[in-house]
C-alpha cells in the first residue's frame, strides 16, 4: 500500500508486515526516513538529527545554516560532489567536465501493477498485486531527471527499486555510475552476509559486522559470477533464522555488478547496489534515457526464514515465467556426465531408454553433438548437427525419443565460439577483442560480441533452425567462460564503456526472442554450473544448473547458500554416478536422490549401468519426487540446520501452504559409532495439528514437533539420508 501525504511530501510504502518511508524535506531533498516493521500513520522523519559537524558541508540555499548537511542525513539516491561524501549511487559527466550531481524533488506518479523495464528483467504484477510509485527528481543545472521506481508486492514484503536517467538537456552527458538501490540506515551495528566462493562451489554464505570503511562484493567478469552473488543481506547481529531483523537486496542482473555498504563517521550505513562501475560510461544524447537494473528488497523483522521465504514466493510468482507453469516439469535425464563428448544416437537411445522405463520424462542431449564437437577446442559457433554421431539428424533423434513417450532437449552455448570453427574462420571480427591485442581464451573459447544485434540476430537465425527443425521442448544455455577484452568493433571508442552492459542486454535480447518465438521450450540457464545464478537470468530461464558440482554432500552446502534468496523450484539438481566425478566421494544413491529432488530434479548418469537394485530405488525416486512435487516446488522452504556448523546432519523441511503437509529432509554426515541421540526441531507446522509419519502410527502435535523435536534416528554408514512425510490427522 502507497500512503501519500501530499502537504509534508512524505510517501510511505507499507507492506504486510514492513514500512518503507521518504520524504521531501525543505530543500527539496528527497531523505530516506525509515524502513523495517510496519509502523502506521506516522512521519519518522524525526528520527533523522541533524547538528553543526565539521567538514560536513552546507548546501548553498541552507545559508547560514550549519545545522543541514547532505553528509549526515540518510540519502533516498546518494548524488556526488555537493556535500555527500559517503558511496555515491550516480555520477555523471558533463560536457563542461563537471562530475557533481544534485538532485532534488520534483514530483511523483502512480502506476497501476507492475512491468519490467523494457529490455530488462523484473518482477510483474498485475493491479491486483502490485502497486507501483514514481519519484521524479532533477539536477537543474545538469537538466538530467533521474526517476526512481517503486513496485510494491505487499503479501511478499517485496519492494522494487529501478532509477531511469533522462537527460533533459541540449548536450550530451555521460553517465559514469548508476546503481539501482541506495538504502541508507541511521545505524550501522549491522553483519553483512554476502554469498561467495568458486566454480563448483557457489554461493558458500559469509557473514560478518560492518565496520569502518566500505566492504563490498561484485563482480568484473561479465557475469553475475561464481565468486560472488548478486544478493546481500544487512541484519542485526544476532539474527538467526527465526528472529531478528534482516534486509535483503537481491539484483537482477547477469552481468558486472557491485555491492557495497559504506561505513560513515557517524556511525550510519549505506547499501549500494548496482551495476558495477568498472569500465561502465554510458552516452545519454539529448533525450534519451538509461534504466539501471531492477533490485528487490525483502524487509524480514523475524530472521532469514520469514526473509527467504517471501523472497521464494514472490519469485515463483511474480518473476519466473515457467512454461511449466501449473503442470508438473519431467524428471530429467541429461547424458553430459554418463558420456561427455563420446556418444552417438544409439547410445542416447540407450539412455533414454533405460530413462523412460524408470518414469523419467525428458531427455536432455548435452554438449558435443553439433560441428566438430568432438572435445571442447572445437566446433562451438557451428550449430549444425554432426551427422557422424547423429545420422539421422535431430528429427530423427528427437522422433525416437519421443516414441519413447519422453520430451527431447539440446545443450547450446549461443555466446560462445571455438577459433576451430567455420563461424570463426568467416567472422574473426565477431569475437569481443581489443585492436592490436590477442583475446584470452576461456575454456579455449573466445565470446561473441552479444553488444552487437547482427552477431545475435546471425545466432538467432542458427539457433530457430535447430529449435524449428525437431521436436524440442528443452534448451539448456551455457555460458563457459568470463568476458576479457572486452571491446566491441560496433561502437565508437567514446562509447566503449557500454559495451559491457550492452553484452548483457544483448544476451536479454536473444532469450525474451526465443522466449516469444517458442513459448512452450523450458530453458534452463547455466553457466560452467552457478556462474550466472541470479534474478535477472531467472526471469528467462526459470531454472538454472546450479553448480557442476553433483556430489551430494558439497550440493548440500551450495543449495543452502542458494536457498537464502532463491526458491527450491529454480536449482538445476540432478543425480549423478558414484564415484563422484568432481571429487571421488561414494554416498549412498537414496542420498543423492533426496538432495536432488530438492530441486528441478533430474539424473546425469549412464542409467545402463545400473544395478537392478539401483534402477528400483530410481523408480522409487522419481515416483516420490512426483507425489510429493507440489510441497517440494511450492512449500514453504525451512532451513533446518547449517551444514557449515553442524557435522552431524543437515537438515530442511517444505511445509505446503496449508499446513497441512510437510516433508522433512535429513542428510547424515560421517558415520559415529557412538552417535549421539538428536532431535530436530521442525518449524512452520500449526501448533494446533496432529501430524502423523507417513508409513507409522505415530502422531505428533504441531506443538511438540516446533518445540521439543522429532527424534532422529541412529544411523549406520557414511552419508544416509531420510525423508520423513507428515500428514495433518483428520
Ligand atoms: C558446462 C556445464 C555442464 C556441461 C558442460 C558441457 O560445464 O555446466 O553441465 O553442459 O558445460 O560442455
Known amino acids: 500500500m502507497i500512503v501519500l501525504d501530499r502537504e509534508n511530501r512524505i510517501f510511505t510504502l507499507h507492506t504486510l508486515n514492513t514500512t518503507y518511508q521518504m520524504k521531501a524535506d525543505q530543500y527539496n531533498v528527497l531523505l530516506h526516513t525509515y524502513y523495517g516493521s510496519r509502523i502506521d500513520g506516522c512521519d519518522l522523519s524525526a528520527l533523522i538529527q541533524c547538528g553543526d559537524r565539521s567538514f560536513t558541508p552546507n548546501p548553498n540555499e541552507a545559508g547560514s545554516n550549519r545545522n543541514y548537511s547532505l553528509d549526515v542525513m540518510p540519502q533516498e539516491y546518494s548524488t556526488c560532489g555537493v556535500g555527500d561524501f559517503r558511496s555515491p549511487s550516480v555520477e555523471l559527466e558533463l560536457k563542461n567536465g ?54 510494491i508486492f505487499e503479501n511478499y514484503d517485496l519492494i522494487t527499486r529501478a532509477v531511469r536517467v533522462v537527460n533533459q538537456g541540449t548536450d550530451e552527458i555521460r553517465l559514469c555510475q548508476c546503481a539501482s538501490l541506495c538504502l541508507d540506515f541511521l545505524r550501522d551495528d549491522m553483519d553483512l552476509l554476502t554469498f561467495n566462493a568458486r566454480h563448483l562451489m557457489e554461493r558458500c554464505p559469509d557473514r560478518g559486522p560492518l565496520r569502518p570503511g566500505i566492504l563490498s562484493v561484485g563482480s568484473v567478469r561479465g557475469i553475475s559470477s561464481h565468486q560472488h552473488n548478486p544478493f546481500v543481506i544487512l541484519c542485526d547481529h ?65 530472521g532469514f526464514g520469514q526473509m527467504s521465504c517471501q523472497y521464494h514466493r514472490a519469485v515463483r510468482k511474480h518473476l519466473l515465467r515457467d512454461p511449466y507453469h501449473g503442470r508438473q516439469k519431467p524428471v530429467l535425464v541429461n547424458n553430459w556426465e554418463a558420456a561427455y563428448f563420446d556418444f552417438n544416437a544409439d547410445r542416447l537411445i540407450d539412455i533414454a531408454r533405460e530413462a523412460a522405463a524408470l518414469g523419467i520424462g525428458l531427455f536432455v542431449m548435452d554438449d558435443g553433438w553439433f560441428g566438430t564437437r568432438n572435445d571442447d577446442n572445437s566446433g562451438l559457433g557451428d550449430w549444425q548437427v554432426n551427422m557422424e554421431k547423429l545420422p539421422g539428424g535431430l528429427e530423427d533423434l528427437a522422433l525416437h525419443i519421443k516414441n519413447l513417450g519422453m520430451k527431447f532437449g539440446i545443450w547450446m552455448e549461443p555466446e560462445m565460439v571455438n577459433e576451430n570453427s567455420h ?80 553484452y548483457v542486454l544483448g544476451v536479454y535480447d536473444l532469450l525474451e526472442r526465443l522466449r516469444h518465438d517458442y513459448p512452450h521450450v523450458l530453458i534452463e540457464g547455466c553457466c560452467g554450473g552457478g556462474g550466472r545464478f541470479d534474478g535477472g537470468m531467472l526471469y528467462y530461464t526459470p531454472q538454472i544448473w546450479c553448480s557442476d558440482d553433483t556430489d551430494a554432500i558439497d550440493r548440500l552446502r551450495i543449495q543452502y547458500g542458494t536457498s537464502f534468496c532463491y526458491p527450491a523450484c529454480t536449482v538445476g539438481a540432478h543425480v549423478s554416478a558414484v564415484p563422484n566425478e568432481q571429487n571421488g566421494r561414494v554416498t549412498p544413491l537414496n542420498t543423492r536422490g533426496i538432495t536432488a529432488m530438492n530441486g528441478a530434479f533430474g539424473y546425469e548418469m549412464d542409467l545402463g549401468r545400473c544395478t537392478m537394485e539401483e534402477k528400483n530405488e530410481i523408480r522409487r525416486q522419481v515416483k516420490n519426487y512426483k507425489i510429493h512435487y507440489d510441497l517440494l516446488h511450492y512449500g514453504d522452504y525451512y532451513r533446518l540446520s547449517s551444514p557449515y556448523q553442524d557435522t552431524a546432519y543437515t537438515a530442511w523441511e517444505q511445509v505446503s501452504p496449508d499446513q497441512r503437509e ?66 495433518a490427522a483428520g
Not at 562501475?277 to 531492477?294: I, M, N, S, V
Request: proline share 5%; with cysteine; net charge negative.
Open 662 to 727: 510437510a516433508l522433512v529432509n535429513v542428510v547424515f554426515g560421517c558415520a559415529d559409532t557412538v552417535p549421539l541421540f538428536c532431535t530436530l526441531r521442525l518449524k512452520g507446522l500449526d501448533p494446533a495439528l496432529q501430524y502423523q509419519v507417513d508409513g507409522t502410527d505415530s502422531f505428533y502435535s504441531g506443538k511438540a514437533l516446533m518445540n521439543a523435536g522429532y527424534p532422529l534416528p541412529s544411523v549406520q554408514g557414511d552419508y544416509t539420508a531420510l525423508q520423513i512425510y507428515l500428514r
Open 98 to 151: 563537471s562530475h557533481t550531481v544534485d538532485l532534488r524533488y520534483k514530483g511523483f506518479r502512480l502506476e497501476k501493477g507492475k512491468c519490467p523495464s523494457e529490455g530488462l528483467p523484473g518482477f510483474y504484477g498485475t493491479e491486483d498485486d502490485a502497486e507501483t510509485l514514481v519519484i521524479l527528481l532533477k539536477d537543474a543545472a545538469a537538466q538530467v531527471e533521474i526517476e526512481l521506481h517503486y513496485g
Open 238 to 302: 544476532d539474527a538467526d533464522e527465526d528472529k531478528g531483523m534482516c534486509y535483503g537486496a537481491m539484483l537482477l542482473y547477469s552481468g558486472n555488478f557491485e555491492a557495497a555498504v559504506e561505513c560513515s563517521q557517524f556511525e550510519n550505513s549505506r547499501l549500494v547496489m548496482g551495476i558495477h562501475p568498472y569500465h561502465f560510461c554510458w552516452t545519454l544524447e539529448p533525450r534519451q534515457a538509461f534504466t539501471a537494473p531492477e533490485a528487490a528488497m525483502v524487509c524480514s523483522p523475524d
Open 423 to 502: 563461424l570463426y574462420r568467416a567472422h574473426p571480427d565477431w569475437v569481443l577483442h581489443v585492436p592490436g591485442r590477442a583475446p584470452s581464451r576461456g575454456r579455449g573459447q573466445l565470446v561473441l560480441d552479444f553488444s552487437r544485434r547482427d552477431v545475435r540476430d546471425y545466432i538467432y537465425e542458427q539457433m530457430k533452425a535447430i529449435l524449428s527443425g525437431a521436436d524440442i521442448s528443452y534448451l539448456k544455455w551455457d555460458m563457459n567462460r568470463s568476458l576479457t577484452d572486452v571491446w566491441s568493433a560496433g561502437l565508437s571508442a567514446q562509447r566503449q564503456g557500454e559495451v559491457y552492459h550492452r
